[in-house]
């Protein structure tokens, strides 16, 4: 693992300041002479190289192999709107705006070193970019020719796969490695919609709202597949999730794994024209940033609350949210922008669904197997606050 470990894991926070270990904000004691706890190498990874959290969360310390490389003595902060994070300890060797080269580089080097081993290896490389800050380098800077940084930083970004991709070829291993491109959800607001709209831009395409939403915006992403060996060139109409990528690596190396492992991973080998013992994903569960659900099966959604339950209009909470519909069907093949809701004409469908998420959420996961445990009080479990 190299780059941004959004997972959590544990610092070695002295005790009077353990009260505040949520707070984002905190200027918590941290005794850096101690690895982390429940990070990387905790949960499997051989090697392991990266930062906790987003670059806007502090403190910004690199970790490799669970121990900090060094004691951060220095406080910094960036008050740009776009390139802003939060003040806090930062060590000498970490630099935010060097971080995208930094684990491309250490990336490149790993692949140099072990591409021609006897062993196969794996690389999770999570992307500090293009999240906030949003801190494009030099060589980048003005690229796009939005005026807007956050255009500069995605030409940055395919910078970095072309790096790996280059590097793949370099070593006469690309044919047989597989290569996947993905994004854990749609654009962040902090691109500055508006600005880019007078350009003609519009970061979520033709998708209804951003990151935070409940809407295809919020989680229609790119993902893409690279296996020259096995893979022809082209497109698929089958519902993926990122959490399928457990269940399609094990396929492909040929492990198995205990029925409480991977409960929502599906392999997507089918969708690559591959032979595969899998069943194939027929639904998809989502969940916006303040809880709401929607549910996605064929052509249908059904989203289980009014508004975005997100950060865009209609916001929960916002004026007025309380006279639309609790319930919002959207048919995706003919209304992918999610502007016409049916759920005062297609009753029994919204019906259908409510029923079948709401199994999902009691059984604990939605592949086939034994039920597993899933916290949550009842009235969230049956998906009840509809009838309130």
Partial sequence: YVGKWHLGWDWAILPEDSKDINNLNAKINVDFSKPVQNGPKTHGFDYS?????????????????????????KFTEDKGSQSWWRKG??????SHEQVLPDIT???????????NSDQPFFIYMPLPAPHTPI??????????????PYGDFVIMVDWVVGEIKRTLE???IAENTVLIFTSDNGCSPQADYAQLETKGHNPSYIFRGHKADIYEGGHHVPYIV??????????????????DLFGTVAEIIGVDYADNVAEDSYSFLPALNLKSKSEVRESIVHHSINGSFAYRKGDWKAIFCPG????SAPMPKSKGIEKLPKVQLYNLTEDIGEENNLQDKQVSIVEKYRKELAQIVNDGRSTKGQPQKNDGPEKWKQLKWMDE
């Avoid at 300890?89 to 970490?94: E, Q, R, V």
């Avoid at 801190?135 to 807007?148: A, H, R």
């Fill in 135 to 148: 801190l494009p380098t030099k060589e980048f800077q003005g690229k796009s020719g939005l005026d807007n």
């Fill in 226 to 243: 690279s296996w020259p060996a096995k893979v022809k060139p082209g497109k698929t109409d089958q519902l993926l999730c990122t959490t």
């Fill in 170 to 172: 370099k070593q006469g």
């Fill in 105 to 115: 580089k250490k990336t490149v080097k790993f692949i140099n070193e072990n591409a």
């Fill in 308 to 311: 975005s339950g997100g950060w």
């Fill in 89 to 94: 300890l930062t060590s000498d060797d970490f």
């Fill in 49 to 73: 190289f990266g930062f906790c959290g987003s670059l806007d969360m502090a403190p910004y310390v690199w970790v490799e192999n669970d121990m900090p490389t060094s004691v951060p003595t």
